[in-house]
């Protein structure tokens, strides 16, 4: 079992917890994910390793609260358990060698990107954050980000925080600004990735992003992650989550992850309607 | 002899759940014999004196032995007998491929049909398990360590082996739940997982650790497990990896692998009205393959609410790689077998969605490798089968994480670690391999013999060094 030692809500939607799994701890790395169940019964669902402290043998998830699997996560609290965890999967980000790098994050995608802008920052490369989110209600992680990088970006879609506009325009404004980049990171919604990878081909710039489909064993046993990059099927759990953006077919992976939108609006309306006679009862 | 011994031709029938009103459960199929038809079976047993079944059993059960057995009614020597060889008799006798193995050498099958071997092995194995008053002793460590990875029928065999002799045994599994195939694949209606339960809780008694969530090669790799303390290592991590068909539309919604449509069905409990597990409710299924995942997919599509089923296979009805009793029930529950027919791809709506499969038709012509005539396309033969939902069962292979995480590790050019002789070295010391992934997709028994064979040889091994 593995215990929640903090929690803490980022945003309406946004929580970080931080779960003790020493043994994940020791291994993780930026890019790499874990497999969560929260109750015996529940389905198993993947999130990103946000950040690790291997001396407190401790794993910090960052979730958005979209269905029932991380409604029920989030009903849980410090000094509770999650009843299955199971990671480090997935292959880690490469990041050796690079010097100057963008980091592009859009919404909670921003928890993913993350660790890998607080790796590149400790091996001493330059990093040029971008941060988007739909309004300032949604933004987290700013503090963390600004810590870390030598250029920050916050845009929102309305203009409520930070600069008005998307993250592509604030990654092209840098771009012509004249910052040459080895590698850009773009982390986020699909479509969000897609147009940043239409944007850094233009100017040649490699584009690594890291892929979310829906997931089972996060093993390579099921096949369910598969993708097709550069027109050969990989599974994201075990040949990514990272790939090369130029390569990937977004408007399959799109089309792939809204397999069983119908399911899970139903399944949510089911999980609110528990939580509100919890509340009420 | 103090019966009379019973000369029908016939095996005794096997009492199983009416047809229609199964193909909407996901209750056990066969139901099991009562007292009187095991003891009326055992009795059509000519006790052999060259066995010949036992010579085609992969761990040599005593068949005659414990066939005698019940035709004496005395079920405690039944199962003393049957539990001296193996480990589960309650899963073999159930999913044993017996028609190849034991029962395809039984003497009565030469006029009339053989004994139900397996049957009876079930029999006495449900009886046993029944009882309340089974007490297994822990057996005295003897303070060595060892572990094992995965949870199949070859990593619990072993495990079971090793703990007998004292070994303190830890297993790790990589899904939350252990049992390997047994759990994620074969279905509840061929197999009741209280059964697998029952096994591992057998095995708990005898002090051996299950840890869930544990894939090795990420959280623990081989060479932490030996760091650990382990003086050796089992490994069993089966051949889960599955293999896809390659043709175009393989990645349109509706297409599964059959391992991730009988994990959803099967570990996730899909098929439970209250599951949170999501899968499609599909009208028209077409299952690729013939082997007993493509059977086990079919029949559950089926039982999940599909209308029609269709296993489309590219040789002919003789070739099918299932067991013979799979392919009955199949038959029996209304899947159709569109034989002699390969899938050349997977049609697609405007959103994504399957609507169809695209398969040219075959011939046979000279045998393979393997002894089975190939098939061959026929010229312009391309037809198109409407579904909504396509589950691609062509077999998997070793999957490659312990293999790249292990240094020293070699494995064949199919991913399959290789090993020395039976009892299962690898070119690593210290480690052990068997079933699948050693193999490749083979059977329980075979996986459970692997698992032991290669307990004997860890426990040498151990005394050997320790000397
Ligand atoms: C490798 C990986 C890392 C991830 N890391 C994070 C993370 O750090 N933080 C985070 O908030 N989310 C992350 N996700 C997404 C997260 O897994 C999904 O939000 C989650 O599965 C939703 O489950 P649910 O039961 O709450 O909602 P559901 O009811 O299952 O789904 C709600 C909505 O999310 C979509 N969805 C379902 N599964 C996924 C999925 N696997 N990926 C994307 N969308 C999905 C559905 O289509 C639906 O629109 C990651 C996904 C992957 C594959
Ligand atoms: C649907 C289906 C139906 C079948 N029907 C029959 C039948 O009727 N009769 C028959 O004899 N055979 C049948 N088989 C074949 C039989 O189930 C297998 O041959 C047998 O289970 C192999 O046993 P195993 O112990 O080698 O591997 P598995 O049963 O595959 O178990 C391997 C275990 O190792 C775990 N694992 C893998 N990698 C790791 C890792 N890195 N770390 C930790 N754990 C890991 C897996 O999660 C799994 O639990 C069927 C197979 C399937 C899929
Ligand atoms: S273990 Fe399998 S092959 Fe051996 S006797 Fe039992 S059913 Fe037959
Ligand atoms: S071959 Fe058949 S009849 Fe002969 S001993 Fe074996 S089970 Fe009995
Ligand atoms: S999640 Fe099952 S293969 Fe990737």
Partial sequence: ?281 | MAFERNMDPKKTPMPTQDAEKRSHNFEEVALGYTYEMAVAEARRCLHCKNKPCQSACPVAIDIPGFIGRIAEEDLQGAWEILSASTALPAVCGRVCPQEHQCEGKCVRGIKGEPVGIGRLERFVADWHNAREDQKTEKPKANGHKVAIVGSGPAGLTCAGELAKMGYEVTVYEALHQAGGVLVYGIPEFRLPKAIVAQEIEGLKKLGVKVETNMVIGKVLTIDDLFDMGNEAIFVGSGAGLPRFMNIPGENLKGVYSANEYLTRVNLMKAYQQDSKTPIQRSQKVAVVGGGNVAMDAARCARRMGADEVTIVYRRSMNELPARKEEVEHALEEGIAFKTLSDPIEVLGDENGFVCGLRCIAMELGEPDESGRRRPVPVKDSAFDIPVDAVIVAIGTSPNPLIRKTTPGLETNKRGCIITEDEGGLTSRDGVYAGGDAVTGAATVILSMGAGKEAAKAMDAYIKGKNQ
């Fill in chain 1, 1 to 281: 079992m593995f215990e929640i030692v903090k929690k803490e809500p980022l945003n309406a939607t946004v929580t970080k917890m931080v779960v003790k799994a020493p043994l994940i701890a020791r291994k993780a790395q930026p890019g790499q994910f874990i497999i969560f169940r929260a109750l015996p019964d529940s389905e198993r669902i993947p999130l990103t390793i946000a950040d690790y402290d291997r001396e407190k043998g401790t794993v910090t998830i960052i979730f958005q609260i979209v269905g029932r699997g991380t409604m029920e996560l989030n009903t849980l609290n410090v000094g509770d358990s999650i009843n299955d965890f199971v990671g480090p999967l997935g292959t880690p980000s490469h990041l050796d060698g690079l010097k100057k790098v963008a980091v592009v994050g859009g919404g909670v995608g921003c928890a993913i990107a993350y660790p890998v802008a607080k790796k590149l920052h400790k091996m001493g490369a330059q990093v040029h954050a971008i941060t988007g989110f739909r309004n300032k209600e949604l933004v987290i992680l700013e503090q963390d980000f600004r810590d870390i990088s030598d250029v920050y970006k916050i845009v929102t879609d309305d203009g409520s925080y930070g600069e008005k506009g998307l993250v592509t325009d604030a990654l092209e404004q840098l771009i012509k600004e004249g910052n040459q980049y080895d590698e850009v990171f773009a982390i986020g919604p699909l479509i969000m990735m897609k147009f940043v990878c239409l944007l850094t081909k233009k100017y040649g710039i490699k584009t690594v992003v890291s892929m979310n489909p829906i997931m089972i064993d996060g093993t390579g046993m099921c096949g369910g992650c598969r993708l097709t990059v550069g027109g050969e099927t990989k599974f994201a759990c075990v040949d990514g989550p990272d790939f090369d953006g130029h390569l990937v077919d977004f408007d399959e992976a799109m089309k792939r992850g809204a397999m069983y939108r119908q399911f899970e609006a139903r399944e949510r309306e089911e999980e609110c309607e528990l939580m509100q006679k919890e509340v009420e009862g």
